[in-house]
């Protein structure tokens, strides 16, 4: 699988270290190649919508399943466009939608990936300016979700997004934070380990840190993702850590 450049920086801690990474605000050669986007839609129906931790994990799950997707892969239909988009910034966007809006979403390209209730399509990276029309008429906005209860306890042997305590995201925002940890886990995983990732079903959970884990966390050598700062938070900001088994001892 072809990896983007500087994919290292993505995994540190220091603000220092150079790098073209795909996650940071800093200007890059990243800027200079044509901007992809890659499109996920969450199915919100009115008078049922999904838990905001189902959501996210669904969205996590989403990403994983259309990179290990061979069509993304080598001379696949979709693997030009992947490319592209990973030869520039990294970029995930997360739209709504419900009923008839969600039936043409399906009809189009990609991936279904069901949860707990929660239900994502993610398609293949499209120009930043060149969404299929069904999709550039979904809505970005309400895309707000809650936990009527807390989320279970996790598994201590299996992958976890953790989220920053102190920054405040909408759902859709974390959706896409949610799925840049787990793409970075993906990169730094060899061969038989994301083999054996894809065929558990990529199995993991999304968390917010206690304060005091986080700092541990973001010291770790775990995959960081710093938010390049497009939309709702500042640039720089670190948003999630993702905490993969086989990276642990790394």
């Given at each position: 699988m072809d990896l983007p450049p500087g994919r290292l920086e993505d995994v540190t801690s220091d603000p220092a270290v150079p790098g073209d990474s795909p996650f940071r605000s800093e200007?890059?050669?990243?800027?200079?190649?044509?901007?992809?986007?890659?499109?996920?839609?969450?199915?919100i129906e009115r008078a049922d919508p999904p838990a905001r931790t189902d959501a996210l994990e669904t969205a996590a799950r989403a990403v994983l399943t259309l990179l290990a997707d061979e069509r993304a892969l080598g001379e696949g239909e979709w693997a030009a466009?992947?490319?592209?988009?990973?030869d520039a910034r990294i970029r995930k966007v997360v739209r709504r939608a419900r009923g008839a809006e969600w039936r043409r979403a399906e009809t189009l390209p990609g991936i279904t990936v069901t949860g707990k209730a929660a239900q994502v399509r993610v398609?293949?990276?499209?120009?930043?300016?060149?969404?299929?029309?069904?999709?550039a008429k979904l809505q970005v906005s309400g895309t707000d979700l809650d936990d009527p209860e807390p989320p279970v306890g996790i598994d201590p042997t299996a992958p976890v997004i953790?989220?920053?305590?102190d920054v405040t995201m909408s759902a859709?925002?974390?959706?896409?934070?949610?799925?840049?940890g787990a793409q970075l886990a993906w990169w730094e995983l060899s061969d038989e380990e994301r083999t054996a990732w894809r065929e558990a079903g990529f199995?993991?959970?999304?968390?917010?840190?206690?304060?005091?884990r986080w700092r541990e966390l973001t010291e770790s050598g775990l995959p960081l993702v710093r938010d390049a700062g497009f939309?709702?938070?500042?640039?720089?900001?670190?948003?999630?850590?993702a905490d993969h088994p086989a990276l642990r001892t790394r």
């Open positions: 200007p890059s050669t990243r800027d200079e190649a044509p901007q992809f986007v890659l499109p996920l839609v969450v199915r466009a992947v490319r592209d988009w990973q398609f293949p990276p499209v120009p930043l300016d060149g969404w299929p029309k069904d999709l953790w989220q920053n305590p859709g925002k974390a959706m896409a934070q949610a799925g840049h199995p993991l959970a999304v968390r917010t840190a206690e304060p005091r939309t709702e938070i500042a640039p720089g900001s670190c948003t999630v850590v």
